[in-house]
């Protein structure tokens, strides 16, 4: 069991969370994640790690709710619980000096982009955040991408904060201008890292994308989230998330996440229809494993106290 300690609304259907998981806490770095499930039967699915803080023993995660089971999580608050998360997975972000590295990224993806911003900031490159969003409601964390690199830049396709136009529109322009840019990491819809790989990669500047694939156990046993990169298959989980944009494949990466929509959706509507139903039970299901866990350990206390008292006649 895992408590929530804080959790708040971000941007328009987007959720900061952070959780007590002292281990992950002290081992995560930046471009990792984590799986977390909800309930015994409930579905794995991957999060962004956004922060995290070993003295307290706790992670920031963030999440959008997009399907059923982040719909479910954004309705929890402090105080409640998650049953299991695994982490953190994947291997952490190439950190190097490059020079001028462009981050890119696409609103919720923005909280996986900022600790590499930040190791890439202390690295001495000089960093440029390119943030875009659909509306100004889902613009999120101004001030901790501006504090991450030297130039920020925020985009919404409406207009409606910050300049309008896409992400790849605003990169463009950097390079038609003649500024040089050694690295580029791009974190979003994979619509648009493809958009961005399309920019870069004829002109031979390094790009490394995160790949948001269909996940399942973390290990790369399931072969969930395999990726083509070239004509060589790969994991997202155990060999990403990040991967060298000139090689991935994203025609089949879309595919492969468009596999299950129509079930998604019928399940996130079925969510809506009786959302607060499926919150009482949830909580009800933790309480119950919260009370078990209790009695488990009670019984271990006793039996370490049986265990010494005979240990001690034996002596």
Do not use: W
Request: glycine content about 8%; aromatic content about 4%.
């Amino acid at each position: 069991m895992y408590r929530i300690v804080e959790a708040r609304d971000v941007g328009l259907r987007i959720r900061q969370i952070t959780i007590e998981a002292p281990r992950i806490a002290r081992k995560q770095r930046p471009g990792q994640f984590v799986i977390l499930r909800l309930r015994e039967q409930g579905e794995r699915i991957p999060l962004t790690i956004k922060s995290s803080d070993p003295a307290a023993g706790t992670v920031t995660l963030v999440v959008q709710a997009v399907g059923k089971t982040t719909s479910l999580l954004s309705c929890l608050e402090a105080g409640d619980a998650v049953l299991d998360i695994v982490g953190p997975l994947g291997h952490p972000s190439e950190i190097a000096k490059y020079g001028t590295a462009v981050i890119v990224a696409g609103s919720v993806g923005t909280a996986m982009a900022l600790p590499t911003a930040r190791a890439l900031k202390d690295a001495d490159n000089h960093v440029i955040f390119i943030e875009g969003a659909r509306t100004k409601e889902m613009v999120v964390f101004e001030e901790e991408v501006r504090a991450a690199s030297h130039e920020a830049y925020i985009l919404t396709d409406d207009g409606s904060y910050g300049k309008q136009g896409l992400v790849t529109k605003k990169l463009g322009e950097l390079l038609d201008t003649g500024r040089k840019i050694d690295f580029v990491l791009a974190v979003g819809p994979v619509a648009m890292m493809r958009a961005v790989a399309q920019i870069t990669n004829p002109l031979g500047i390094k790009t490394m994308v995160s790949l948001n694939s269909i996940m399942v156990d973390g290990t790369g046993m399931c072969g969930g989230c395999r990726v083509l990169l070239g004509k060589e298959s790969k994991f997202a989980c155990v060999d990403g998330p990040e991967f060298d944009a000139s090689l991935v494949n994203f025609e089949v990466l879309m595919q492969r996440n468009a596999m299950y929509r129509d079930k998604e959706c019928a399940s996130l509507r079925y969510f809506e229809e009786h959302k607060a139903e499926e919150v009482a039970e949830l909580r009800a299901e933790l309480a119950a494993k919260q009370r078990e866990l209790v009695r488990l350990r009670k019984e271990l206390g006793e039996l370490r106290e049986i265990t010494g008292e005979i240990e001690a006649r034996d002596v």
